[in-house]
């Protein structure tokens, strides 16, 4: 295997290891149809690196497998993480946008899935209000404040910018 390839693996894995540890360690907020979901800061990833990707969604899917999802939360959850990602590579060189995709992705998806794989009573547009906020609040702020934080240091920690 060619170093190149063992470190995009590397990345990967450790962005899903923390993705996972960030949803678990605030699991009271990080499920249900009011959510804070810190670990969706990391979705901001993909603005510095495509390896960010694959570990966004395996993190994502590991979370709500351990979580203890229901199989449509699994799939679907993982999937709009996965969109949101790719969508932040996709806008990597408009800064302000790259956090967008996201928080639109898991507003639109995340709340059919509270809907009718969980039972949940509430409204969709109130499932909509209520995880997007949560999206506006971990990707937008803190995402933001981890890309700022970032940035300085892009090339060290993920190469040449192509």
């Known amino acids: 295997m060619k170093k190149k390839n063992v470190l995009s693996l590397v990345y990967s894995a450790a962005i899903a290891a923390v993705y996972v540890v960030l949803t678990m360690l605030f699991a ?3 499920f249900g149809p009011i959510q804070f979901r810190l670990s969706e800061a990391l979705t901001i990833l993909p603005f510095f690196t ?15 497998l351990m979580g203890g999802a229901v199989i449509w939360d699994v799939i679907f959850g ?17 800064r302000h946008l790259a956090c967008l995709p996201p928080i639109i992705s898991n ?3 995340i709340p059919w899935v509270l809907r009718y794989a ?15 906020i ?27 910018v192509k």
Do not use: D, Q
């Not at 495509?50 to 979370?63: K, N, R, Y």
């Not at 969980?118 to 997007?132: D, K, N």
């Open 78 to 94: 993982s999937l709009a993480t996965l969109l949101g990602a790719v969508g932040t590579y996709l806008l990597r060189r408009h």
């Open 50 to 64: 495509p390896t960010a990707i694959p570990g966004l969604f395996v993190g994502c899917l590991l979370s709500n």
């Open 118 to 132: 969980y039972g949940e009573a509430s409204l969709i547009p109130y499932l909509m209000l209520t995880v997007g």
């Open 107 to 109: 507003t639109l998806i």
């Open 28 to 30: 009271p907020v990080s």
């Open 134 to 160: 949560g999206e506006i609040l971990a990707v937008g702020m803190v995402g933001n404040i981890l890309l700022t934080a970032l940035l300085p240091y892009r090339e060290t920690l993920f190469g040449k």
